[in-house]
């Protein structure tokens, strides 16, 4: 069954070019390399509680150095990640959910729950001087978006090139693009800049939202994902286990 799933995600690879022809025709909210919030209501709901995420998740920062880095959890990304400036803290991928992580992050977790198609969740944290390479992503039926939480200054030296525009994240405010653009990332500051990241189902009219639903569900169910899923969970085996303290004799 492993063996088939990845022949079946391998075919759909091969279909990307296809469906970046097809999936425009049959977009509930069009074509474009940015969206608006307007396009998608519940970003206002994040963005109105984006406090209670940020305190969220400056506790998980008191620990940042013992978070993964994004090739540790997928070791596909190490072409863009093969430093330990990217790290992670995932909240769920796909059809598996990180209990540990959503539990000591509650608030979060909540908010994340009322959003609809959301395949992907978890907190981008670049370290300072952090350089993401320019790439693009393979799946035209998700939308990309981040809550930007902690921006370091000078705010113009984090920055994020899409084709050929130019964002500056701010704090409590939203980013929705499309990630099949080509895309590269730079945190030119002394700070550390996190965002909470979302991959969203893109709204689709029927019959490619039923064929994006089920290339979810192969994927969920591939080795790529179950391997992710094994990563973290070794992982959060350490870093849910305290230091054992040294006894002096």
Not at 212 to 228: E, G, K, M, R, Y
């Amino acid at each position: 069954m492993k063996r088939l799933t990845g022949w079946i995600v391998k075919r759909l690879e091969q279909a990307v070019p296809w469906a970046e022809k097809i999936v425009p025709r049959y977009s509930k909210v069009g074509e474009s390399v940015f969206f608006t919030k307007a396009q998608f209501p519940w970003a206002e709901t994040l963005e109105a509680n984006w406090p209670v995420i940020r305190r969220e998740l400056d506790q998980i920062l008191e620990r940042v150095d013992d978070l993964p880095n994004f090739q540790d959890i997928s070791q596909r990304q190490y072409r863009i990640a093969n430093d330990n400036r990217w790290k992670t803290y995932f909240f769920w991928a796909f059809n598996f959910r990180a209990q540990g992580n959503c539990d000591r992050c509650p608030e979060t977790t909540k908010l994340l729950d009322t959003i609809p198609g959301v395949k992907v969740a978890f907190f981008s944290i670049l370290a300072p001087g952090k350089h993401i390479p320019r790439h693009r992503g393979k799946h035209k039926g998700f939308i990309r978006y981040h809550l930007a939480l902690k921006v370091p200054e000078p705010r113009d030296q984090c920055r994020i090139q899409i084709d050929d525009q130019v964002a500056i994240w701010e704090e409590g405010k939203s980013l929705i693009f499309d990630d099949t653009y080509y895309h590269e990332v730079w945190n030119d500051t002394d700070g550390y800049r996190a965002v909470l990241f979302l991959d969203v189902l893109r709204p689709l009219r029927f019959p490619l939202s039923f064929v994006n639903w089920l290339a979810c569900q192969l994927v969920s169910a591939s080795p790529i994902v179950q391997d992710a899923r094994a990563n973290h969970e070794a992982w959060e085996r350490k870093f849910s286990t305290p230091p054992r303290e040294t006894v002096s004799r």
